[in-house]
């Protein structure tokens, strides 16, 4: 079975655009997660999605968003990126709760100049 | 309060060796589980992992296994032989009750080098 997909791998962007990255979780896992780390604040949860709706929700700003569609392929959308927000976004699928399991792909660098 | 708590912000140990990494966890739920996974300097959060507060027996997958102490309130990971490939962090998390909408807790990681 192929693994968690994220692309693109690698993004630059500058303050104030916005910024949309993409996972493709474990065919049959419904379950998708998003996390951002940092060197400073680690491990952070944004978001899960389960069957197109969102479950649970990090304390992240509006600025911070997602979706899942129909085929459990999930979306995570930053608007007027920060300094910040420089980071590896994460993504994680499981079959269907958040709390089994967790497969992760590899990541997208996000840079902020 | 720090819900998992990994001690060692960073480990040398000399190849072949086995290596303990510490985690500490804190809850109240009897039903929960530890999840222990390993990150490379690639990026990829790799499951290495998996004991539930009911299991009878400690966990093992190949080299790694856990040293579940539930009074102690510590579910530690042993690597054994280690390898240079076992460079990396090492991050402990927990779920709570099962069907809880609460998500994963992580601790702030373990940075291991195998020196050769």
């Known amino acids: 079975k192929a693994g968690v997909t994220q692309t693109p791998r690698y993004l630059i962007k500058t303050r104030g655009q916005q910024v949309t990255l993409s996972c493709s979780p474990i065919?049959?896992?419904?379950?998708v997660s998003w996390y951002q780390q940092t060197p400073g604040q680690g491990l952070q949860f944004l978001f899960e999605?389960?069957?197109?709706?969102?479950?649970n929700k990090g304390n992240f700003p509006g600025r911070f968003s997602g979706r899942q569609f129909s085929n459990s392929r999930s979306e995570m959308n930053v608007s007027t990126l920060e300094l910040g927000d420089s980071a590896l976004y994460l993504c994680?699928?499981?079959?269907?709760?958040?709390?089994?399991?967790?497969?992760f792909g590899p990541g997208t660098r996000l840079l902020v100049l | 309060a720090q819900k998992i708590t990994q001690t060692q912000p960073g480990m040398f140990v000399q190849e072949k060796e086995a290596v303990t990494l510490d985690c500490t966890y804190d809850?109240?739920?009897?039903?929960?589980?530890l999840f222990w996974y390993k990150q490379p300097s690639s990026g990829e959060m790799i499951f290495l992992i998996y004991?539930?507060?009911?299991d009878q027996q400690n966990a093992t997958e190949g080299r790694y296994s856990l040293n579940f102490q539930k009074a102690r309130k510590s579910a530690n990971l042993v690597i054994s032989a280690s390898q240079l490939g076992d460079s990396a962090m090492y991050f402990c998390?927990?779920?709570?009750?099962?069907?809880?909408?609460?998500?994963?807790?992580w601790g702030a990681g373990t940075k291991l080098i195998i020196k050769p």
């Open positions: 994680a699928s499981s079959l269907h709760e958040i709390q089994e399991t967790q497969y």
């Open positions: 065919s049959g896992h419904r379950s």
């Open positions: 999605y389960f069957s197109e709706t969102q479950r």
């Open positions: 809850t109240s739920d009897p039903s929960y589980g």
């Open positions: 004991q539930g507060s009911y």
């Open positions: 998390a927990m779920r709570e009750a099962p069907d809880s909408n609460y998500q994963l807790i």
